[in-house]
């Protein structure tokens, strides 16, 4: 793939976060509707001029929800990769670096946990706890750990083995001088790859955790909660579930082509 289709990928990528981070951040806020509100004499009306997206059994406004549901959502993706990053990227620069049998010892355990399906992993870690905001972070952060820990330990176990590594070393650098600034920094492509390409199966597997009432309950509306709500009227009022579900489906699809170009652009190998 050539650089032109590496940028092409980039921009509508951008592009498509950019066009539905501007409807949830600048246009709900100017909408009239209030998606908490409830107005039972305007119960599953269909979309028109004062109801774009329709509305649900109580009469709240579906457009309004949708995008309150998508900035929640997508607010939550973020923070939930962020920290699961952070965290596999801590275990994969102790585990890479120092090796031995705490290494064996710790990948084992990673390998162990990627067994599991991510998403079945989840489910069975957030079935623990009550459903709500700790559950959906704690499950998908833990389940998400092994993966990011084993990809990152693969860049740090070959720039340890650099010759500037061993140079510092030498001059008597202490292991977490080494570590965090000089091994981290020349990790940082790698870091940013791994975020972006994992944000959008984070936030599918948090609206498939709602869906499955694992996860934020109601009133607060999620993607998948709209979705799974508005499938028990899938032949009456089609439109609960297809308008959140295709704002979900953009949001994958924004942060996949994203992650992908990324990807493409900062991995040498794909120079």
């Known amino acids: 793939m050539n650089t032109k289709s590496f940028n092409s990928n980039l921009i509508s990528g951008l592009i498509l976060l950019s066009f539905i981070l501007f409807l949830s951040v600048i246009i709900y806020p100017l909408s009239k509707s209030d998606p908490f509100t409830q107005d039972l004499a305007h119960s599953l009306k269909s979309p028109s001029g004062d109801f774009l997206f329709g509305t649900d059994t109580l009469g709240r406004d579906l457009f309004s929800r949708t995008l309150y549901a998508t900035k929640y ?10 920290l699961t990053v952070v965290a596999g990227t801590l275990i994969a620069l102790i585990s890479g670096y120092f090796g031995g049998w705490f290494d064996e010892v710790l990948m084992r355990i990673m390998d162990c946990m990627m067994a599991f399906p991510f998403l079945l992993l989840a489910i069975s870690i957030a079935s623990l706890f009550e459903p709500g905001n700790f559950a959906v972070c704690f499950s998908l952060i833990i389940a998400g750990i092994p993966n990011v ?63 499955l009432g694992l996860g934020i309950q109601p009133p607060v509306p999620t993607l998948g909660s709209l979705i799974e709500a508005g499938s028990a009227y899938i032949f009456e009022a089609p439109w609960w579930s297809i308008f959140p579900g295709i704002f979900l489906a953009l949001i994958v699809f924004g942060w996949n082509i994203l992650g992908d170009a990324l990807r493409d652009i900062l991995d040498p190998r794909l120079q």
């Open 73 to 82: 959502s997508f607010v939550l993706g973020v923070i939930i990769t962020f």
């Open 149 to 211: 820990a084993r990809l990152v330990r693969g860049s740090v176990i070959q720039i340890k083995c650099r010759d500037f590594i061993t140079a510092c070393k030498s001059a008597g650098g202490s292991n977490t001088r080494i570590i965090f600034l000089h091994i981290l920094p020349n990790m940082l492509s790698t870091i940013i790859v791994v975020f972006s390409i994992r944000i959008g199966s984070v936030i599918l597997s948090e609206a498939s955790l709602s869906f």
